[in-house]
């Protein structure tokens, strides 16, 4: 079955610690998004990319990186430089940047 | 500003009791309102678009509808598998969609 697989479902992070989450995707969509979740909170963009080699920053890119070296692949990097970064993120991919989006499951993550 | 506002937060039915949640947004120009339904613990899933004033969607015993300023999605005698964050977003001009805080709908049996 075609979809979008996230990894790891749950994350644990030390303060000062980096740590990457993992997106991939057999869809064979072009464009793919890391989006961040708070209660309460709509969804917030952090990076999307629309082909490979190729990323634009978000709303809140401030202390996240990422990476498109792969089509299938998006893989978010939380820096420690992010202040607050227990969250729950979801990754999502569109056959185009207009288009209606497929999510993972999400990655929970947590600071100690 | 571009905002989109989702009401009310939460919701409790009884199973069967017909009700509507709201979606209500200010864009510069609107390019597609979106309903995604979201379970606890679990990425979104998508459940219809609207481009149009008046055009309205249906699956189930879901129905969407769109004016000008916002959207409904209404819910006909629900289920309790129905329960679950219903989320609004809405793609402006530049295409980054924007969204709102989510309604949580439960349904009691």
């Known amino acids: 079955d075609g979809g979008i697989t996230q990894s790891p479902k749950y994350l644990f992070r030390k303060e000062g610690q980096n740590v990457t989450l993992s997106c991939e995707q057999n869809l064979n969509h072009d464009a793919m998004y890391w989006y961040r979740q708070d209660p309460g909170q709509g969804l917030r963009l952090i990076y999307y990319s629309q082909i490979v080699n190729d990323f634009q920053k978000g709303d809140i890119a401030e202390g996240y990186s990422v990476s498109r070296e792969k089509k299938e692949s998006f893989p978010l990097t939380v820096t420690s430089a992010q202040k607050n970064p227990t969250a729950f993120y979801l990754c999502a991919s569109s056959t185009g940047v207009s288009n209606v989006l497929t999510f993972g499951a999400g990655s929970r993550l947590t600071v100690l | ?109």
């Open chain 2, 1 to 109: 500003e571009d905002q989109v506002t989702q009401s009310p937060e939460a919701l409790r039915l009884q199973e069967g009791e017909s009700s509507s949640l709201n979606c209500s947004y200010t864009v510069s120009g609107l390019r597609g309102l979106f309903w995604y339904r979201q379970d606890p613990g679990k990425g979104p899933e998508f459940l219809f678009t609207l481009y149009s004033a008046g055009e309205e969607k249906e699956k189930e015993r879901l129905k969407a509808t769109l004016t000008k300023k916002e959207s409904f999605l209404h819910i006909t005698a629900p289920k309790p598998e129905d329960s679950a964050t219903y989320l609004c977003a809405v793609r402006p001009l530049n295409y980054q969609l924007i969204w709102g805080a989510g309604t949580k709908l439960i349904i009691k049996p």
